[in-house]
């Protein structure tokens, strides 16, 4: 069955510091990968999403990923961090009419 | 639109008793989800539904039992409330409609069983 590991499971970085969270999924094929936030007690909003076309991926607040098949990765980045990007990041690969879903990093910015 | 709205938000249960949590979506989803999110562990799919009349079971659907008479209705029945269902659950939603949608959230039921 498909799995997703997010290697990190806290990340503290100081204000303009630039970020890459880690995705893996476990097996190949087509692939529906996700990103989605959780900002502090709110409900989990997307981030961005890939599903095919160009690996690169942009999203909203700046977030970009690259999806990259040989090395089952789809890393979340961006390259200058604010106070406010503080949250939990969750990595989704969809399977069937399900999302498979990573354990979360939480991020913590210091101003 | 609201979206997707979980009632209640904050639940305290004793041990042994039941009760339904609420998820009501106005995007005329096909789609509706329950998850329960565990510290460290992200989100465990309990059940979902793929239109109106039609259930199947998650990852972890033990202790829980649902129903999708409408549309716009997926609430979610703890039975015996038991100590391990100590959790924050989700709903969600999607279109049905093409593959490549995203899930809708709600805000969330924080369920504390003692």
């Known amino acids: 069955a498909q799995s997703v590991s997010q290697h990190n499971h806290h990340v503290i970085l100081s204000e303009a510091a630039s970020l890459e969270l880690g995705c893996n999924y476990s097996?190949?094929?087509?692939?529906?990968l996700f990103w989605y936030v959780q900002y502090p007690g709110q409900h989990l909003q997307l981030l961005l999403k890939y599903f095919s076309g160009d690996p690169l991926v942009k999203g909203i607040k700046g977030f970009e990923a690259e999806f990259i098949k040989s090395k089952f990765s789809f890393n979340l980045r961006k390259p200058s961090v604010q106070w406010s990007d503080t949250a939990e990041y969750f990595c989704a690969v969809k399977s069937n009419y399900q999302l498979i879903w990573g354990a979360g990093t939480k991020l913590i910015i210091k101003p | 639109n609201a979206g997707v709205t979980q009632t209640p938000k904050f639940r305290i249960l004793k041990i042994g008793q039941s009760m339904t949590l609420q998820c009501t979506q106005d995007m005329n989803h096909n789609y509706m989800y329950w998850y329960r999110q565990d510290p460290g562990m992200g989100l465990k799919l309990i059940y979902y539904s793929v239109g109106a009349g039609i259930t199947d079971k998650g990852e972890v659907p033990n202790g829980y039992n649902v129903s999708r008479s409408t549309t716009e209705d997926f609430p979610l029945r703890l039975e015996l409330a038991a100590p391990s269902q100590t959790s924050v659950y989700f709903c969600?939603?999607?279109?049905?409609?093409?593959?490549?949608?995203?899930?809708?959230f709600g805000p969330g039921t924080r369920l504390t069983v003692l």
């Open positions: 097996y190949g094929g087509t692939v529906n």
């Open positions: 969600a939603s999607r279109s049905g409609t093409s593959a490549n949608n995203e899930q809708f």
